[in-house]
């Protein structure tokens, strides 16, 4: 009897044991989720593409990182005013989607910045409106919580020029913007250089940019506080992306919507910074 018991009690034993074996084997092979949190209307970073699918310049980066990392890729589409209860709730991963860090440094982790930016107005392409100041008197449209309400409300940017517009309105993506725009209902939209240019180039000879921007600014991808070394890890990643030649090819397939490689900031030179 002792035996038979002593005998059940090596086979528990190695059973437990094989079991917590394949455990940590499973939890090993298992890759890292990466979900990228975007605004589905923010082309040329993040949009719906014909067959239904999402693509544009961020998410194609941020698929081409997760493949390097051996993390399972997933784009989310967000709303752009509920990214951090997303991203604090664990429901994304990281904000990438042209989204700028400047003013923002203290709420997130940070990768280095990748993109260069500018904050401009655009304006239809027979209005009167050709500098700023005849912005006065005027409305002006932007979207909610974005990087140009952000620098026409700051007192040190440019929200003496905004106080002159007869309102400055919020909306919930850029394409109702443009839409407001063309038939008449504002007079400008604010917003990312590359934004306007993807307009632009999508209704040619409709709009035109005031030469004088609001102001400069960098991307970058937003990740959790204390996040930090999937923070890093990613800028590394872009920084091998770059000096392989992904990166200029990618910004030359969407050329066309705004994107340009003179304006990608994270060389192989940052490596060690």
Known sequence: ???????????????????????????????????????????PYGYVANDGSYTGFDLELAQEVAKRNNWTYKATPIDWDAKDAQLNSGAITAIWNGFTMEGREGQYAFSQPYMLNEQVIVVKADSAIKELNALAGKNVITQADSAALNVLQDAEGKKSLADTFA?????????????????GMV????????????????????????????SSEHYAVGFKKGDDERAKK????????????????LCEKYADQGISYNNWTLKKTDANS
């Open 1 to 43: 009897m002792k035996k038979l018991k002593t005998l059940l009690a090596a086979t528990a034993s190695l059973l437990l044991s094989a079991g917590m074996l394949s455990a940590c084997s499973s939890s090993e092979n298992k890759a890292e989720e990466f979900v990228v949190g975007f605004d589905q209307e923010y082309p």
């Open 167 to 183: 309102k400055l309105e919020t909306i919930g993506d850029y394409n109702n913007a443009f839409m407001q725009l063309e038939s």
């Open 187 to 214: 007079d400008a939209v604010a917003c990312d250089s590359s934004i306007a240019a993807y307009q632009m180039s999508a209704n040619e000879g409709k709009y035109v940019i005031i030469e004088e921007p609001l």
């Open 234 to 249: 990613v800028t590394e990643t872009l920084i091998q992306l770059d000096s392989e030649g992904f990166v200029k090819k």
